[in-house]
């Protein structure tokens, strides 16, 4: 396991700080989305992942909840 952080994550009761554990990508494959727009350009958009926190907390069901933070690519061509 990684690194402890400490994040700042959406609930029912507004933003709390959670902790958790960084987890590295091992790998990956970022595929686009591509849309032809009708004035004939074409929109192409990926999201990169940037950080993986592994939450010490289970959802209802008893699943691991993660905490993912990610940049959008946007490219018009």
Do not use: C, F
Request: charged fraction near 30%; glycine fraction near 6%; proline fraction near 5%.
């Amino acid at each position: 396991m990684g690194k402890e952080i400490e994040v700042i994550v959406p609930t029912p009761k507004g933003m709390q700080k959670k902790k958790g554990h960084i987890v590295n990508v091992k790998s990956s494959k970022e595929n686009w989305s591509e849309y032809e727009l009708e004035n004939g350009a074409t929109l192409r958009l990926k999201q990169v992942v940037v950080q993986v926190v592994l939450l010490d907390e289970k959802d209802d069901s008893g699943k691991p909840v993660y905490q993912i933070s990610a940049n959008p690519i946007i490219v018009v061509e």
